[in-house]
């Protein structure tokens, strides 16, 4: 099993709405990473989880929120979003050693 | 820091074309990863490559190429006789070699090829 998958493909939610979006992977990979993007723009780093522990917080608003329940589990849980929020939420992961990420399909989120 | 540029936004060429995307890069890190990746309309990333930087063999599969020059800093992607299939936006970004290997992304390249 070589891919990564995400759910739901698309969401569309409320302001005052609390949702999650889910990633998963079987590649044995100890490193996953959550990434925004806009529209015509390069996907930018939100959090990256290393052996389950996060790692990095890319400065991102207390309105998202990781987790990691397993190796091959990432979360995303999204409160009180903003419409400026609203993007394509990518999840990758990668071996670390070997170093490429492998990207899931992504989240298309609008929050109105 | 790390810093990628691809100075092309858009390219667009007619089937069968020959089609060249520049990249451009800045670290200090001696050791470092570069990639290419696509993003069909769809919008999952696609690994494309992955290029070290103690490796300058040039590189090809199928009718992509790329040529990693390290005196330049430069790793550009060459699609020979482009097909319809290969419309999509193309990511170079490059990576550290150690901690969470963190990804830097150029802009991209919106590459659109017609019949």
């Known amino acids: 099993d070589t891919e990564v998958t995400q759910t739901p493909k698309h969401l569309v939610m409320g302001m005052t709405n609390k949702k999650s979006l889910k990633c998963e992977q079987h590649?044995?990979?100890?490193?996953m990473y959550w990434y925004k993007q806009k529209a015509k723009k390069p996907p930018e780093l939100m959090f990256v989880?290393?052996?389950?522990?996060?790692?990095i917080n890319e400065s991102v608003p207390s309105r998202f929120s990781p987790e990691c329940p397993n190796s091959s589990l990432l979360n995303l849980h999204l409160h009180a979003l903003q419409p400026e929020d609203s993007a394509l939420y990518l999840c990758?992961?990668?071996?670390?050693?070997?170093?490429?990420?492998?990207f899931g399909p992504g989240t298309r989120l609008t929050v109105l | 820091a790390q810093k990628v540029t691809q100075a092309q936004t858009e390219i667009s060429v007619v089937e069968k074309e020959d089609v060249t995307l520049d990249c451009v890069y800045e670290?200090?890190?001696?050791?470092?990863?570069l990639f290419w990746y696509k993003q069909p309309p769809s919008g999952e990333l696609v690994f494309l490559i992955r290029?070290?930087?103690?490796?300058?063999q040039n590189e090809i599969s199928g009718r992509y190429s790329w040529n990693f020059q390290k005196s330049t800093s430069s790793f550009n992607f060459t699609i020979t006789a482009s097909q319809v299939v290969d419309s999509a936006v193309y990511f170079c970004?490059?990576?550290?070699?150690?901690?969470?290997?963190?990804?830097?992304f150029g802009a991209g390249t919106t590459v659109t090829v017609r019949a």
């Open positions: 970004a490059l990576s550290e070699a150690r901690g969470d290997y963190k990804l830097s």
């Open positions: 990758a992961s990668n071996q670390l050693g070997a170093n490429e990420q492998f």
């Open positions: 590649m044995g990979h100890r490193a």
């Open positions: 670290t200090r890190d001696t050791t470092y990863y």
């Open positions: 290029r070290n930087s103690f490796d300058e």
């Open positions: 989880y290393s052996y389950e522990k996060l790692s």
